[in-house]
């Protein structure tokens, strides 16, 4: 089990650009989640998916954003057009829907830096 | 989403107990509190998690009120790797909504 991986771990990018982010869950994980954290704040929710159907996503997440997870396996996040206010942590965690506990388990996260 | 209200910051001597305090006074009875944890440039990690009765696992000890209002995290031996930001939550179906946290400071 090598946990949740993300890729990049760091981005620093133009404002204007866009960016993407990859998230591989844990294998047999179903849900997948993406988070964003600011500094000095607790992360907050973005948008959910159950194997390949995204079934919520958090009003934070503008026009500007897209996920997407084909066949229900690795996530991605794409950010267009950023703004200078998209820099953030971004967060990706997986979960086992049977767990009864929902035991999300994170992964390093994607630090983007809009300049 | 269900509320939760931890202390900013906390501070604590190695090797020495940690209580962690959290208040959720609007929990509801179907309401998990779950303790997440994240340390310097990680994302979180799972500590804990508990409904009615106190739970123990190899991390850490939580106790929970009778009338659920509130519950305590406790670190039973405090080392420098546990210094970290400790989230309390309350974890509604799938989700689960962070606050602001406690930082917690362990000195050697």
């Known amino acids: 089990d090598t946990g949740v991986s993300q890729d990049p771990r760091h981005k620093i990018t133009k404002r204007g650009q866009n960016v993407t982010f990859r998230c591989d869950p844990i294998?047999?994980?179903?849900?997948l989640y993406w988070y964003r954290q600011t500094l000095g704040q607790g992360p907050e929710f973005l948008t959910y998916?159950?194997?390949?159907?995204?079934?919520?996503k958090s009003r934070l997440l503008s026009d500007r954003f897209s996920a997407e997870r084909p066949k229900g396996s690795f996530s991605t996040l794409e950010i267009q057009r950023t703004e200078q206010g998209d820099s953030a942590m971004y967060l990706c965690?997986?979960?086992?829907?049977?767990?009864?506990?929902?035991?999300?388990?994170f992964g390093a996260g994607s630090r983007l830096t809009v300049l | 989403d269900a509320k939760t209200t931890q202390p900013n910051s906390m501070e604590s001597n190695e090797e020495e107990p940690v209580h962690l305090p959290c208040n959720h006074s609007?929990?509801?009875?179907?309401?998990?509190i779950h303790w997440y944890r994240q340390l310097p440039s990680q994302g979180p990690e799972y500590v804990i998690h508990?409904?009615?009765s106190n739970v123990n696992n190899r991390m850490a000890s939580l106790a929970i009120a009778e009338d659920r209002k509130s519950s305590t995290l406790i670190l039973h031996r405090a080392t420098l790797r546990d210094a970290a930001v400790y989230y309390c939550?309350?974890?509604?179906?799938?989700?689960?909504?962070f606050g602001a946290g406690t930082t917690v400071t362990v000195r050697a």
């Open positions: 609007t929990i509801s009875g179907t309401d998990y």
């Open positions: 965690a997986s979960s086992l829907e049977e767990d009864g506990a929902n035991v999300l388990t």
């Open positions: 508990g409904l009615t």
């Open positions: 939550i309350l974890r509604v179906d799938y989700k689960l909504s």
């Open positions: 294998s047999e994980h179903n849900r």
């Open positions: 998916f159950q194997n390949e159907a995204q079934l919520e």
